[in-house]
């Protein structure tokens, strides 16, 4: 068996819906999800529904897409009321999230745990010493807003950054926990590193990216691989011997036309 992983299918778009359909079967395989699958609760759920079809396992993280709520949605439905809904909605289908026990991989080798996160940003991958106020400011100045600013809603909490700081302490208290028996496979929507949000492009929309606050889990951590998404770049890098892998399909213009979305499928273990 094998652990595969996939992010940003974006499946508002026909063309990367058209793609999933086309998807191979895995019935022995896992499938990591690293979040926006989708920008709305029914579009995750026929994402997942098709996934689910077709692998073992599913663990998905949210991607900020994921948890876009209209402006017009009352506030007690929108941020962390939305986030616990499509939680249970993955529990209706049987794909894990950050909400259940971390499962362990019935593969071959040593121990491993899957450890999907949703850790959130806090603006802190900006200029040092910006508060968030500031960062969308500097960015703004570059013609950068990420449509998070509207759409993405903290509530109950103050901020986005609010948000991050709380899941990091909460996911951060859950690793310390862990046996040191088994080594980590982390997920999360997000680069847990700044050197790793570098979008040669528009280089001031890594503020939405990350927070510096995950810098150094891969070594805090028994971690063996870091899977994470968004950026839209696809690439595997090694630091400090950890491998990190940026798993994204992304919009219909960044796949290539004749490729098969199982040729965009990561093996990660
Ligand atoms: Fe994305
Ligand atoms: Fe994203």
Same mark, same amino acid.
């Given at each position: 068996?094998?652990?595969?992983?996939?992010? *940003?299918?974006?499946?508002?778009?026909? !063309?990367?819906?058209?793609?999933?359909?086309?998807?191979?079967?895995?019935?022995?395989?896992?499938?990591?999800?690293?979040? =926006?699958?989708?920008?709305?609760?029914?579009?995750?759920?026929?994402?997942?529904?098709?996934?689910?079809?077709?692998?073992?396992?599913?663990?998905?993280?949210? @991607?900020?897409?994921?948890?876009?709520?209209?402006?017009?949605?009352?506030? *007690?439905?929108?941020?962390?009321?939305?986030?616990?809904?499509?939680?249970?909605?993955?529990? !209706?289908?049987?794909?894990?999230?950050?909400? =259940?026990?971390?499962?362990?991989?019935?593969?071959?080798?040593?121990?491993?745990?899957?450890?999907?996160?949703?850790?959130?940003?806090?603006?802190?991958? @900006?200029?040092? @010493?910006? =508060?968030?106020?500031?960062?969308?400011?500097?960015?703004?100045?570059?013609?950068?807003?990420?449509? *998070?600013?509207?759409?993405?809603?903290?509530?109950?909490?103050?901020?986005?950054?609010?948000?991050?700081?709380?899941?990091?302490?909460?996911?951060?208290? !859950?690793?310390?926990?862990?046996?040191?028996?088994?080594?980590?496979?982390?997920?999360?929507?997000? #680069?847990?590193?700044?050197?790793?949000?570098?979008?040669?492009?528009? #280089?001031?929309?890594?503020?939405?990216?990350?927070?510096?606050?995950? *810098?150094?889990?891969?070594?805090?951590?028994?971690?063996?691989?870091?899977?994470?998404?968004?950026?839209?770049?696809?690439?595997?890098?090694?630091?400090?011997?950890?491998?990190?892998?940026?798993?994204?399909? @992304?919009?219909?213009?960044?796949?290539?036309?004749? !490729?098969?979305?199982?040729?965009?499928?990561?093996?990660?273990?």
């Amino acid at each position: 068996m094998k652990l595969w992983a996939i992010a *940003d299918l974006h499946i508002g778009h026909a !063309r990367n819906r058209m793609l999933l359909e086309s998807l191979g079967s895995y019935p022995d395989d896992w499938l990591i999800v690293a979040g =926006d699958a989708s920008d709305t609760p029914a579009q995750l759920h026929a994402a997942l529904t098709a996934l689910t079809a077709r692998f073992a396992r599913v663990v998905w993280v949210p @991607g900020n897409h994921e948890l876009w709520t209209p402006r017009q949605l009352p506030e *007690d439905q929108r941020g962390q009321a939305h986030y616990d809904r499509l939680v249970a909605l993955c529990r !209706r289908l049987g794909v894990l999230t950050p909400e =259940d026990p971390f499962p362990v991989w019935p593969g071959d080798g040593p121990p491993r745990l899957v450890v999907p996160m949703f850790l959130l940003y806090d603006y802190s991958f @900006g200029p040092p @010493g910006l =508060d968030a106020t500031s960062a969308v400011a500097w960015a703004e100045a570059a013609g950068l807003r990420s449509a *998070d600013e509207d759409l993405l809603s903290p509530v109950p909490f103050a901020s986005r950054s609010a948000w991050c700081h709380h899941r990091i302490a909460s996911t951060r208290a !859950r690793l310390e926990t862990l046996p040191s028996t088994h080594r980590l496979i982390l997920v999360n929507h997000f #680069p847990l590193r700044q050197d790793l949000a570098v979008l040669p492009r528009i #280089p001031r929309f890594r503020i939405w990216c990350g927070t510096r606050l995950t *810098d150094e889990w891969h070594r805090r951590f028994p971690v063996e691989t870091v899977v994470y998404g968004h950026l839209h770049l696809r690439q595997s890098r090694v630091i400090d011997g950890v491998g990190f892998e940026e798993v994204s399909l @992304g919009y219909p213009h960044q796949w290539a036309d004749g !490729r098969t979305l199982d040729s965009y499928l990561r093996r990660i273990l």
